[in-house]
Nanobody
Framework: VQLQASGGGLVQAGESLRLSCVAS????????MGWYRQAPGKQRELVAS???????NYADSVKGRFTISRDNAKKTVYLQMNSLKLEDTATYYC???????????WGKGTLVTVSS
């Protein structure tokens, strides 16, 4: 399984971005897909995740601003990021977990830079 993330870029504070992550190969249900981020000098942290059943989980720092969704037919997970803040600047990584076999897959990151 390979994950291809896209949608990062440079935006001003208060603006929006939408990240996409497409999975190639087979990820069986049940599974989870999510977004993590890593800022320079900081540990990678969970931003949001969504299970194949549609259950979502968000970091407190993004609740109310970010929305994760998925299109199972397209094997794609999205992260809609609104009201971006300077502290959202990071490289965002897509992750998929196949609960049937315990395998975890990571995509290459996409850089999000929020400027003032």
């Amino acid at each position: 399984v390979q994950l291809q993330a896209s949608g990062g870029g440079l935006v001003q504070a208060g603006e929006s971005l939408r990240l996409s992550c497409v999975a190639s190969g087979s990820i069986f249900s049940p599974n989870s897909m999510g977004w993590y981020r890593q800022a320079p000098g900081k540990q990678r942290e969970l931003v949001a995740s969504i299970t194949s059943g549609g259950s979502t989980n968000y970091a407190d720092s993004v609740k109310g601003r970010f929305t994760i969704s998925r299109d199972n037919a397209k094997k794609t997970v999205y992260l809609q990021m609104n009201s971006l803040k300077l502290e959202d600047t990071a490289t965002y990584y897509c992750k998929a977990t196949d609960y049937r076999n315990g395998m975890t897959y990571w995509g290459k990151g996409t850089l999000v830079t929020v400027s003032s």
